[in-house]
């Protein structure tokens, strides 16, 4: 089942995007310039892309700004994103309220500096009251780090609970997912990478078990709202099956072979 919604153009709209940001380097060489640059038109692509994911009736927007392993890229382009991340919160706070978006977080934010950390409260506090579309955005974010937390955190409790060994081998997938960064949100419909690249990186593992995945060669700074409709269009020829049978083979299909 999922739980997209018709538009008023007759699209069906996934409840949940989730974007794999990607190409903000490439499209800086392409123009000559500095990678610090290719980052601020992607924050800026950001901006518009919350702002027209919202206005389309998406529910869930979750965004990779940076992962686990951009750490490893040099001290001059991490200063230079941390600095990005620090002004476009500000900006993020003024564009989610004019869009009744609710911002939250996903990731380790401890490794951030202080005033980051306190930048993060801050959007997700002031922005707590909105009743459309959830912006996630994932930073310090890496899907196994995720599970890792979560593992731990479900084993410090069960300790101080005194769980039975019974009752921790009846954890179900649900009960676990609940102590993901993710808790209480549904499962990505959609998956869009920009740049062309065919992989996950770390991305959401547990929750895209089915999701659909749309591939573009756009890269992040040039995408926009022409292109959000494309990958819309896209899932949208898509039959969605959850490991059940493709409904358009049920006339000559008696298999019983189960799909993927
Ligand atoms: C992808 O392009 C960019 C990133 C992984 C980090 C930058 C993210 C943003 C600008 C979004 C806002 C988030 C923050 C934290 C400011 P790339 O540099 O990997 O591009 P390339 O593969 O072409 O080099």
């Not at 919604?5 to 007759?10: I, K, L, S």
């Not at 939250?104 to 959007?123: P, V, Y």
């Not at 078990?209 to 926009?224: K, S």
Request: hydrophobic share 35%.
């Amino acid at each position: 089942m999922t739980g997209d919604v018709v538009n008023p153009e007759g699209r069906k709209i996934p409840r949940h995007i989730a974007i794999i940001l990607d190409g903000n380097g490439r499209w800086a060489a392409r123009h000559g310039l500095p990678r610090a640059m290719g980052h601020k038109k992607g924050c800026e692509t950001l901006e518009q892309i919350v702002a027209d994911a919202a206005r389309l009736g998406v529910e869930y927007l979750t965004v990779y700004g940076f992962s686990t392993e951009n750490w490893k890229r040099s001290q001059e382009e991490v200063g230079a994103l941390m600095n990005l991340f620090r002004f476009y919160m500000v900006k993020l706070i003024k564009v989610a309220n004019e869009h009744n978006v609710r911002a939250r977080m996903i990731g380790e934010r401890s490794r951030f500096a202080k005033d980051i950390q306190d930048g993060i409260d801050r959007l997700e506090r002031e922005t707590a009251a909105n009743t459309g579309m959830t912006f996630v955005f994932a930073v310090n974010y890496g899907s196994r780090d995720e599970i890792v937390r979560a593992v731990r955190k479900y084993t410090l409790e069960a300790l101080k609970e005194g769980k039975t060994v019974e009752e921790i081998e009846a954890l179900t997938e649900q009960e676990f997912a609940g102590y993901l960064d993710t808790a209480g949100m549904p499962d990505p419909d959609l998956v869009i990478r920009t740049s062309g690249e065919l992989r996950l990186s770390n991305y959401l593992l547990w929750q895209c078990a089915y999701a659909e995945y749309y591939i573009t060669p756009v890269l992040w700074p040039d995408f926009n709202k022409d292109e959000l409709l494309k990958a819309i269009d896209n899932y949208n020829s898509r039959e969605r099956r959850f490991g059940g049978r493709l409904k358009t083979t049920d006339n000559y299909d008696r298999s019983g072979k189960s799909g993927t």
